[in-house]
Protein backbone atom coordinates (compact mmCIF):
# COMPACT_ATOMS: atom_id res chain seq x y z
CA UNK A 1 0.00 0.00 0.00
CA UNK A 2 1.35 3.20 -0.74
CA UNK A 3 1.77 6.17 1.57
CA UNK A 4 0.49 9.57 1.67
CA UNK A 5 1.67 11.20 4.81
CA UNK A 6 0.94 15.00 5.35
CA UNK A 7 1.30 17.33 8.24
CA UNK A 8 -0.71 20.28 9.52
CA UNK A 9 0.07 22.51 11.61
CA UNK A 10 -2.85 24.75 13.49
CA UNK A 11 -3.47 26.74 16.48
CA UNK A 12 -4.34 30.46 17.63
CA UNK A 13 -1.65 32.61 17.84
CA UNK A 14 -3.14 35.48 16.82
CA UNK A 15 -6.81 34.45 15.55
CA UNK A 16 -6.75 30.62 14.10
CA UNK A 17 -4.03 30.08 11.60
CA UNK A 18 -2.73 27.19 9.28
CA UNK A 19 0.38 25.92 8.30
CA UNK A 20 0.11 24.02 5.14
CA UNK A 21 -3.71 23.67 4.53
CA UNK A 22 -5.14 21.56 1.82
CA UNK A 23 -8.44 22.71 0.32
CA UNK A 24 -9.66 19.72 1.26
CA UNK A 25 -9.09 19.43 4.96
CA UNK A 26 -8.95 22.28 5.71
CA UNK A 27 -13.07 22.81 7.13
CA UNK A 28 -12.08 19.35 9.47
CA UNK A 29 -9.06 21.75 10.24
CA UNK A 30 -11.18 24.80 11.05
CA UNK A 31 -13.16 22.78 13.48
CA UNK A 32 -10.43 22.63 16.17
CA UNK A 33 -11.73 26.23 16.56
CA UNK A 34 -13.30 26.40 20.47
CA UNK A 35 -13.33 22.96 21.05
CA UNK A 36 -13.08 21.60 24.71
CA UNK A 37 -11.41 19.28 26.14
CA UNK A 38 -10.92 17.87 29.96
CA UNK A 39 -7.27 16.76 29.40
CA UNK A 40 -4.43 19.20 29.16
CA UNK A 41 -3.41 17.40 26.30
CA UNK A 42 -4.48 14.02 23.68
CA UNK A 43 -4.04 12.27 20.97
CA UNK A 44 -7.52 12.01 18.26
CA UNK A 45 -7.80 9.40 16.05
CA UNK A 46 -10.83 10.63 13.73
CA UNK A 47 -12.00 8.86 10.04
CA UNK A 48 -13.00 11.80 8.45
CA UNK A 49 -14.17 11.82 4.31
CA UNK A 50 -13.63 14.67 1.91
CA UNK A 51 -14.11 14.71 -1.34
CA UNK A 52 -15.22 11.06 -1.48
CA UNK A 53 -11.59 10.34 0.03
CA UNK A 54 -11.36 8.62 3.79
CA UNK A 55 -8.42 9.97 5.29
CA UNK A 56 -7.43 8.82 8.84
CA UNK A 57 -6.40 12.03 11.24
CA UNK A 58 -4.33 12.27 14.14
CA UNK A 59 -4.49 15.55 16.06
CA UNK A 60 -1.37 15.95 18.85
CA UNK A 61 -4.07 18.58 20.30
CA UNK A 62 -3.27 20.57 23.30
CA UNK A 63 -5.65 23.43 24.61
CA UNK A 64 -5.76 24.19 28.16
CA UNK A 65 -4.08 27.60 30.06
CA UNK A 66 -2.59 28.56 26.49
CA UNK A 67 -2.62 32.35 25.75
CA UNK A 68 -2.22 33.97 21.92
CA UNK A 69 0.35 36.35 21.37
CA UNK A 70 -1.39 39.10 22.56
CA UNK A 71 -1.70 37.45 25.65
CA UNK A 72 -5.23 36.58 25.57
CA UNK A 73 -6.66 33.12 27.05
CA UNK A 74 -8.68 30.47 24.78
CA UNK A 75 -5.76 29.71 22.91
CA UNK A 76 -4.64 26.19 21.01
CA UNK A 77 -2.00 24.47 19.72
CA UNK A 78 -2.49 21.11 17.27
CA UNK A 79 -0.20 18.98 15.10
CA UNK A 80 -1.96 16.96 12.45
CA UNK A 81 -0.69 14.22 10.19
CA UNK A 82 -3.16 13.08 7.71
CA UNK A 83 -2.60 9.53 6.48
CA UNK A 84 -4.77 6.99 3.87
CA UNK A 85 -4.93 4.53 5.76
CA UNK A 86 -4.93 4.02 9.79
CA UNK A 87 -1.96 3.40 11.75
CA UNK A 88 -2.26 0.78 14.28
CA UNK A 89 0.50 1.69 16.90
CA UNK A 90 -1.28 4.69 18.71
CA UNK A 91 1.15 4.81 21.38
CA UNK A 92 4.08 5.31 19.26
CA UNK A 93 2.01 7.65 16.90
CA UNK A 94 1.38 9.81 20.09
CA UNK A 95 5.25 9.85 21.34
CA UNK A 96 6.52 10.79 17.80
CA UNK A 97 4.19 14.17 17.88
CA UNK A 98 4.51 14.55 21.90
CA UNK A 99 8.37 14.46 21.10
CA UNK A 100 8.20 16.79 18.00
CA UNK A 101 6.37 19.39 20.74
CA UNK A 102 8.96 19.64 22.91
CA UNK A 103 12.09 19.10 20.44
CA UNK A 104 10.70 21.62 17.76
CA UNK A 105 7.29 23.82 18.98
CA UNK A 106 8.75 24.58 22.44
CA UNK A 107 10.71 27.61 22.91
CA UNK A 108 10.26 27.93 18.62
CA UNK A 109 6.41 28.00 18.47
CA UNK A 110 5.49 28.62 22.11
CA UNK A 111 7.05 29.41 25.13
CA UNK A 112 6.16 28.14 28.23
CA UNK A 113 7.22 27.66 32.20
CA UNK A 114 5.57 26.95 35.88
CA UNK A 115 2.52 29.74 35.21
CA UNK A 116 1.94 30.49 31.90
CA UNK A 117 2.33 28.37 28.06
CA UNK A 118 2.40 31.28 25.27
CA UNK A 119 2.56 31.87 21.81
CA UNK A 120 5.85 33.43 20.75
CA UNK A 121 4.74 33.94 17.11
CA UNK A 122 1.93 35.82 15.24
CA UNK A 123 2.15 34.09 12.30
CA UNK A 124 3.21 29.84 11.57
CA UNK A 125 4.91 31.76 8.52
CA UNK A 126 7.85 32.99 10.71
CA UNK A 127 8.75 29.21 11.21
CA UNK A 128 8.10 27.53 7.96
CA UNK A 129 12.34 26.69 7.58
CA UNK A 130 11.10 24.80 10.86
CA UNK A 131 7.98 23.39 9.98
CA UNK A 132 9.20 21.52 6.54
CA UNK A 133 11.99 19.78 8.73
CA UNK A 134 9.40 18.61 11.34
CA UNK A 135 7.42 17.53 8.70
CA UNK A 136 10.29 15.89 6.94
CA UNK A 137 11.62 13.99 9.88
CA UNK A 138 7.89 12.57 11.15
CA UNK A 139 6.63 11.47 7.40
CA UNK A 140 10.10 9.26 7.28
CA UNK A 141 9.81 8.43 11.08
CA UNK A 142 6.58 6.43 10.07
CA UNK A 143 7.53 5.40 6.05
CA UNK A 144 11.01 3.85 7.49
CA UNK A 145 10.41 2.52 10.76
CA UNK A 146 6.75 0.87 10.25
CA UNK A 147 6.26 -2.09 8.15
CA UNK A 148 3.15 -2.71 6.22
CA UNK A 149 0.87 -4.17 8.78
CA UNK A 150 1.16 -1.49 10.88
CA UNK A 151 -1.12 0.05 8.39
CA UNK A 152 -4.63 -0.26 7.54
CA UNK A 153 -6.77 0.15 4.38
CA UNK A 154 -10.12 2.12 5.73
CA UNK A 155 -12.67 0.21 4.03
CA UNK A 156 -14.83 -0.34 6.06
CA UNK A 157 -13.93 2.18 8.52
CA UNK A 158 -17.18 4.07 10.55
CA UNK A 159 -16.32 7.64 8.63
CA UNK A 160 -17.66 11.64 10.45
CA UNK A 161 -18.13 10.11 13.45
CA UNK A 162 -21.36 11.52 15.12
CA UNK A 163 -20.61 11.47 18.99
CA UNK A 164 -17.86 12.37 21.27
CA UNK A 165 -14.52 10.01 21.38
CA UNK A 166 -14.06 7.25 23.84
CA UNK A 167 -11.13 8.04 25.77
CA UNK A 168 -8.23 5.50 26.75
CA UNK A 169 -5.08 5.41 28.78
CA UNK A 170 -1.79 5.84 26.78
CA UNK A 171 -0.14 2.58 28.56
CA UNK A 172 -3.38 0.88 27.84
CA UNK A 173 -3.41 1.05 24.25
CA UNK A 174 -3.80 -2.30 22.07
CA UNK A 175 -3.23 -2.29 18.43
CA UNK A 176 -5.72 -5.45 18.16
CA UNK A 177 -8.96 -4.40 19.96
CA UNK A 178 -8.52 -0.55 19.32
CA UNK A 179 -8.60 -1.54 15.37
CA UNK A 180 -12.02 -2.97 15.98
CA UNK A 181 -12.84 0.13 17.82
CA UNK A 182 -11.87 2.49 15.64
CA UNK A 183 -13.57 0.28 12.54
CA UNK A 184 -16.86 0.25 14.57
CA UNK A 185 -17.05 4.00 16.17
CA UNK A 186 -14.35 6.11 13.82
CA UNK A 187 -13.02 7.78 16.62
CA UNK A 188 -10.97 7.16 19.53
CA UNK A 189 -9.22 9.96 22.18
CA UNK A 190 -5.50 8.58 23.73
CA UNK A 191 -3.77 10.74 26.58
CA UNK A 192 -1.37 9.27 29.02
CA UNK A 193 -4.06 12.04 31.79
CA UNK A 194 -6.95 9.52 30.51
CA UNK A 195 -7.74 7.06 33.57
CA UNK A 196 -6.90 3.62 33.44
CA UNK A 197 -10.13 0.70 32.90
CA UNK A 198 -8.98 -0.21 36.45
CA UNK A 199 -9.66 3.55 38.08
CA UNK A 200 -12.61 4.07 35.60
CA UNK A 201 -14.13 0.69 36.77
CA UNK A 202 -13.30 1.56 40.75
CA UNK A 203 -14.48 5.32 39.81
CA UNK A 204 -17.76 4.09 38.14
CA UNK A 205 -17.98 1.64 41.56
CA UNK A 206 -17.38 4.45 43.85
CA UNK A 207 -20.01 6.37 41.83
CA UNK A 208 -22.78 4.02 41.90
CA UNK A 209 -21.96 3.45 46.06
CA UNK A 210 -22.27 7.49 46.18
CA UNK A 211 -25.37 7.47 44.21
CA UNK A 212 -26.76 4.70 46.45
CA UNK A 213 -26.13 6.26 49.49
CA UNK A 214 -27.88 9.58 47.91
CA UNK A 215 -30.82 7.59 47.10
CA UNK A 216 -30.82 6.29 50.55
CA UNK A 217 -30.61 9.49 52.29
CA UNK A 218 -33.30 11.15 49.92
CA UNK A 219 -35.54 8.41 50.77
CA UNK A 220 -34.65 9.23 54.47
CA UNK A 221 -35.24 12.86 54.40
CA UNK A 222 -38.22 12.47 52.08
CA UNK A 223 -39.85 10.53 54.57
CA UNK A 224 -38.56 12.69 57.51
CA UNK A 225 -39.95 15.78 56.18
CA UNK A 226 -43.31 13.62 54.63
CA UNK A 227 -43.88 13.64 58.37
CA UNK A 228 -42.87 16.85 59.66
CA UNK A 229 -45.46 17.92 56.71
CA UNK A 230 -47.78 15.82 58.42
CA UNK A 231 -47.53 17.28 61.66
CA UNK A 232 -47.22 20.81 60.56
CA UNK A 233 -50.23 20.26 58.66
CA UNK A 234 -52.15 18.75 61.98
CA UNK A 235 -51.31 21.65 63.78
CA UNK A 236 -52.15 24.20 61.26
CA UNK A 237 -55.41 22.85 60.88
CA UNK A 238 -56.03 23.25 64.46
CA UNK A 239 -55.01 26.88 64.36
CA UNK A 240 -57.53 27.20 61.45
CA UNK A 241 -60.38 25.65 63.67
CA UNK A 242 -59.20 28.09 66.30
CA UNK A 243 -59.25 31.07 64.43
CA UNK A 244 -62.99 30.17 63.09
CA UNK A 245 -64.18 30.22 66.37
CA UNK A 246 -62.90 33.27 67.39
CA UNK A 247 -64.13 34.63 63.80
CA UNK A 248 -67.53 33.22 64.81
CA UNK A 249 -67.45 34.66 68.74
CA UNK A 250 -66.21 38.30 67.16
CA UNK A 251 -68.76 38.17 64.59
CA UNK A 252 -71.24 38.83 67.57
CA UNK A 253 -69.26 41.32 68.41
CA UNK A 254 -68.97 43.31 65.33
CA UNK A 255 -72.64 43.04 64.85
CA UNK A 256 -73.20 44.74 68.04
CA UNK A 257 -70.24 47.26 67.63
CA UNK A 258 -72.51 48.25 63.76
CA UNK A 259 -75.14 48.71 66.16
CA UNK A 260 -73.04 50.96 68.61
CA UNK A 261 -71.79 52.96 65.42
CA UNK A 262 -75.59 53.71 63.94
CA UNK A 263 -77.01 54.56 67.51
CA UNK A 264 -73.86 56.97 67.57
CA UNK A 265 -74.27 58.39 64.07
CA UNK A 266 -78.26 58.78 65.15
CA UNK A 267 -77.15 60.67 68.30
CA UNK A 268 -74.29 62.64 66.53
CA UNK A 269 -77.30 63.63 64.04
CA UNK A 270 -79.22 64.29 66.84
CA UNK A 271 -76.58 66.98 68.07
CA UNK A 272 -76.03 68.61 64.98
CA UNK A 273 -79.81 69.32 65.12
CA UNK A 274 -79.47 70.53 68.55
CA UNK A 275 -76.45 72.40 67.64
CA UNK A 276 -78.02 74.13 64.43
CA UNK A 277 -81.60 74.91 66.96
CA UNK A 278 -79.09 76.54 69.45
CA UNK A 279 -77.68 78.60 66.58
CA UNK A 280 -80.91 80.07 65.92
CA UNK A 281 -81.42 80.85 69.63
CA UNK A 282 -77.72 82.17 70.14
CA UNK A 283 -78.96 84.31 66.88
CA UNK A 284 -81.97 85.34 68.77
CA UNK A 285 -80.16 86.16 71.68
CA UNK A 286 -78.01 88.70 70.09
CA UNK A 287 -81.18 89.90 68.78
CA UNK A 288 -82.51 90.26 72.31
CA UNK A 289 -79.21 92.19 73.08
CA UNK A 290 -80.14 94.14 70.53
CA UNK A 291 -82.99 94.24 72.21
CA UNK A 292 -82.06 94.93 75.72
CA UNK A 293 -80.23 98.01 74.32
CA UNK A 294 -83.29 99.40 72.55
CA UNK A 295 -85.40 99.22 75.97
CA UNK A 296 -82.59 100.90 77.53
CA UNK A 297 -83.21 103.41 74.77
CA UNK A 298 -86.69 103.55 75.29
CA UNK A 299 -86.19 103.72 79.18
CA UNK A 300 -83.87 107.03 78.89
CA UNK A 301 -87.01 108.16 76.16
CA UNK A 302 -89.32 107.39 78.83
CA UNK A 303 -87.22 109.21 81.64
CA UNK A 304 -87.51 112.35 79.50
CA UNK A 305 -90.65 111.71 78.72
CA UNK A 306 -91.28 111.53 82.45
CA UNK A 307 -89.69 114.97 82.77
CA UNK A 308 -91.70 116.76 80.03
CA UNK A 309 -94.68 115.52 81.98
CA UNK A 310 -93.43 116.33 85.27
CA UNK A 311 -92.65 120.16 83.75
CA UNK A 312 -96.36 120.02 81.91
CA UNK A 313 -98.03 119.49 85.33
CA UNK A 314 -95.90 121.74 87.12
CA UNK A 315 -97.32 123.99 83.99
CA UNK A 316 -100.91 122.65 84.24
CA UNK A 317 -100.78 123.27 88.03
CA UNK A 318 -99.42 126.95 87.67
CA UNK A 319 -102.07 127.21 84.32
CA UNK A 320 -104.46 125.18 86.60
CA UNK A 321 -103.85 128.48 89.27
CA UNK A 322 -104.12 131.23 87.61
CA UNK A 323 -107.22 129.94 86.04
CA UNK A 324 -108.85 129.55 89.03
CA UNK A 325 -107.76 132.70 90.57
CA UNK A 326 -109.11 134.31 87.22
CA UNK A 327 -112.82 131.98 87.64
CA UNK A 328 -112.61 133.85 91.26
CA UNK A 329 -112.04 137.28 89.98
CA UNK A 330 -114.53 137.41 87.36
CA UNK A 331 -116.99 135.10 89.17
CA UNK A 332 -119.52 137.83 89.23
CA UNK A 333 -118.86 138.54 85.77
CA UNK A 334 -121.82 137.69 82.45
CA UNK A 335 -119.32 136.24 80.89
CA UNK A 336 -118.37 133.62 83.99
CA UNK A 337 -119.74 130.45 82.52
CA UNK A 338 -118.30 130.54 78.91
CA UNK A 339 -114.56 130.90 80.48
CA UNK A 340 -115.18 128.22 82.74
CA UNK A 341 -116.35 125.93 80.57
CA UNK A 342 -113.25 126.32 78.47
CA UNK A 343 -111.15 126.03 81.35
CA UNK A 344 -112.51 122.53 82.72
CA UNK A 345 -112.03 121.83 78.70
CA UNK A 346 -108.63 121.94 78.00
CA UNK A 347 -107.94 120.67 81.43
CA UNK A 348 -109.44 117.05 80.52
CA UNK A 349 -107.96 117.05 77.03
CA UNK A 350 -104.82 117.83 78.87
CA UNK A 351 -105.01 114.79 81.38
CA UNK A 352 -106.07 112.45 78.89
CA UNK A 353 -102.93 113.31 76.52
CA UNK A 354 -100.40 112.89 79.47
CA UNK A 355 -102.31 109.16 80.45
CA UNK A 356 -102.41 108.09 76.33
CA UNK A 357 -98.84 108.90 76.66
CA UNK A 358 -97.98 107.07 80.04
CA UNK A 359 -100.44 103.92 78.12
CA UNK A 360 -97.93 104.11 75.42
CA UNK A 361 -94.53 104.30 77.16
CA UNK A 362 -95.77 101.28 80.01
CA UNK A 363 -96.81 99.38 77.16
CA UNK A 364 -93.95 99.41 74.80
CA UNK A 365 -91.57 98.26 78.01
CA UNK A 366 -93.75 95.73 79.50
CA UNK A 367 -93.48 94.46 75.88
CA UNK A 368 -89.74 94.52 75.29
CA UNK A 369 -88.90 93.12 79.31
CA UNK A 370 -91.35 90.25 78.56
CA UNK A 371 -89.60 89.80 75.33
CA UNK A 372 -86.37 89.30 76.68
CA UNK A 373 -87.78 86.96 79.52
CA UNK A 374 -88.70 84.36 77.51
CA UNK A 375 -86.00 84.24 75.14
CA UNK A 376 -83.80 84.26 78.66
CA UNK A 377 -86.34 80.69 79.41
CA UNK A 378 -86.12 79.07 76.23
CA UNK A 379 -82.22 79.37 75.99
CA UNK A 380 -81.58 77.93 79.48
CA UNK A 381 -83.87 74.50 78.30
CA UNK A 382 -82.05 74.41 75.26
CA UNK A 383 -78.68 74.24 77.44
CA UNK A 384 -80.47 71.58 79.91
CA UNK A 385 -81.40 69.18 76.80
CA UNK A 386 -77.66 69.91 74.82
CA UNK A 387 -76.14 68.93 78.44
CA UNK A 388 -78.72 65.65 78.73
CA UNK A 389 -77.62 65.18 75.18
CA UNK A 390 -73.89 65.32 75.68
CA UNK A 391 -74.11 62.89 78.93
CA UNK A 392 -75.63 60.27 75.95
CA UNK A 393 -73.11 60.69 73.67
CA UNK A 394 -70.32 60.65 76.16
CA UNK A 395 -71.82 57.03 77.30
CA UNK A 396 -72.71 55.67 74.01
CA UNK A 397 -68.67 56.30 72.75
CA UNK A 398 -67.34 54.75 76.31
CA UNK A 399 -69.24 52.01 75.50
CA UNK A 400 -68.03 51.60 71.83
CA UNK A 401 -64.48 52.05 72.99
CA UNK A 402 -65.19 49.38 75.62
CA UNK A 403 -66.43 47.12 73.25
CA UNK A 404 -63.80 48.12 69.95
CA UNK A 405 -61.27 47.16 72.79
CA UNK A 406 -62.21 43.71 73.40
CA UNK A 407 -61.38 42.91 69.70
CA UNK A 408 -57.70 41.46 70.10
CA UNK A 409 -57.78 39.10 67.37
CA UNK A 410 -58.92 40.61 64.06
CA UNK A 411 -59.60 37.65 61.29
CA UNK A 412 -58.94 39.71 57.89
CA UNK A 413 -56.86 42.20 57.45
CA UNK A 414 -59.03 45.22 55.39
CA UNK A 415 -56.18 47.76 54.60
CA UNK A 416 -52.51 46.09 54.52
CA UNK A 417 -51.29 49.49 53.55
CA UNK A 418 -52.91 51.20 56.05
CA UNK A 419 -50.32 52.15 59.47
CA UNK A 420 -52.07 52.78 62.86
CA UNK A 421 -51.08 56.27 63.42
CA UNK A 422 -51.09 55.41 67.73
CA UNK A 423 -48.31 52.96 67.03
CA UNK A 424 -45.56 55.15 65.31
CA UNK A 425 -43.11 53.45 67.10
CA UNK A 426 -43.92 49.64 66.63
CA UNK A 427 -40.97 47.93 65.77
CA UNK A 428 -41.03 43.94 64.17
CA UNK A 429 -37.94 41.97 65.70
CA UNK A 430 -36.26 38.62 64.56
CA UNK A 431 -34.46 37.04 67.61
CA UNK A 432 -32.40 35.22 64.69
CA UNK A 433 -31.53 37.87 62.40
CA UNK A 434 -29.28 40.76 62.37
CA UNK A 435 -27.27 43.64 60.43
CA UNK A 436 -24.87 40.80 59.52
CA UNK A 437 -27.13 37.65 58.77
CA UNK A 438 -30.21 39.84 57.36
CA UNK A 439 -31.87 36.95 55.15
CA UNK A 440 -33.69 34.15 56.28
CA UNK A 441 -33.75 30.27 54.85
CA UNK A 442 -36.68 28.46 53.81
CA UNK A 443 -38.57 25.79 55.83
CA UNK A 444 -36.57 27.21 58.77
CA UNK A 445 -38.11 28.14 62.26
CA UNK A 446 -38.08 31.92 63.32
CA UNK A 447 -38.98 33.44 66.55
CA UNK A 448 -40.60 37.01 66.08
CA UNK A 449 -41.96 39.86 68.53
CA UNK A 450 -43.30 42.66 68.12
CA UNK A 451 -41.79 46.37 70.09
CA UNK A 452 -43.84 49.09 71.51
CA UNK A 453 -47.32 47.25 70.07
CA UNK A 454 -49.76 45.33 71.89
CA UNK A 455 -53.01 43.62 71.44
CA UNK A 456 -52.90 42.30 67.74
CA UNK A 457 -51.78 39.45 65.89
CA UNK A 458 -49.34 38.58 63.12
CA UNK A 459 -50.49 37.97 59.59
CA UNK A 460 -48.94 37.02 56.23
CA UNK A 461 -49.50 34.95 53.21
CA UNK A 462 -45.57 34.20 53.06
CA UNK A 463 -45.26 32.95 56.43
CA UNK A 464 -46.55 30.03 58.29
CA UNK A 465 -47.36 31.42 61.57
CA UNK A 466 -47.22 29.23 65.00
CA UNK A 467 -48.57 30.68 67.81
CA UNK A 468 -47.69 34.29 69.20
CA UNK A 469 -44.10 33.95 68.39
CA UNK A 470 -43.31 31.28 65.51
CA UNK A 471 -42.71 31.88 62.26
CA UNK A 472 -41.41 29.83 59.21
CA UNK A 473 -41.13 31.28 55.31
CA UNK A 474 -43.01 29.34 52.89
CA UNK A 475 -40.96 30.64 49.64
CA UNK A 476 -37.77 31.96 48.05
CA UNK A 477 -38.27 35.80 47.47
CA UNK A 478 -39.03 39.06 49.31
CA UNK A 479 -41.24 37.71 51.86
CA UNK A 480 -43.59 39.82 54.02
CA UNK A 481 -45.27 39.41 57.89
CA UNK A 482 -47.64 42.52 59.50
CA UNK A 483 -48.11 42.99 62.61
CA UNK A 484 -52.61 43.73 63.13
CA UNK A 485 -54.53 45.92 65.78
CA UNK A 486 -58.05 45.80 65.00
CA UNK A 487 -57.54 45.06 61.79
CA UNK A 488 -55.22 47.69 60.88
CA UNK A 489 -51.64 47.05 60.14
CA UNK A 490 -49.06 48.70 63.21
CA UNK A 491 -45.63 47.23 61.48
CA UNK A 492 -44.72 45.44 58.77
CA UNK A 493 -41.40 43.97 57.91
CA UNK A 494 -40.13 42.77 54.52
CA UNK A 495 -37.45 39.45 54.70
CA UNK A 496 -35.33 38.01 51.87
CA UNK A 497 -35.67 34.46 51.87
CA UNK A 498 -32.90 32.19 50.10
CA UNK A 499 -32.40 28.28 49.13
Not at 76 to 93: K, Q
Not at 273 to 281: A, V
Not at 341 to 349: D, E, R
Not at 432 to 451: A, C, D, F, G, K
Request: proline fraction near 2%.
Amino acid sequence: MEKNLKLFVHGVPKGQQIWNPQEDDRLYIESFYGRKANVEVQLLVEIIQTSNNDNCYYTYYRNVNILDNDNRPGAYFALTVRSNAYYTDLANMYNILDAAYHKFVLNTIIKSDASVTKFIVQNFDQVDKQLQDVEKEITHYLSFFSIDTDFVGLNGFKVNPEYDAETINLIECNSKSLLDYVRTKGNLSVSPLHPTNEVAELTKKKNEEIESIKSQSQQQISKVQYEADQKLKIAIEGKEKNIEAIRKEYSSADKTITGLKKQLEAEKSSIASLNSELDKHKEERKKNESTKHELATKKQELDNAYQILSSVKQSFSAWNGVVKGAAQLTSTDPKKTVFEKLNKFLLLGYKILVLVLLLVIVFNVWKSTSTARVSSQKLNNLKVQIDQLNTKLKEAENQLTQRSTMNTVVPEISNTNEIIAVYPDAKIDITELSPQNPTMRISTTYHISIQKATGGSWKSDDFTIIGNNTIIPNKIGDCKISYVINNKVASSRTINVVN
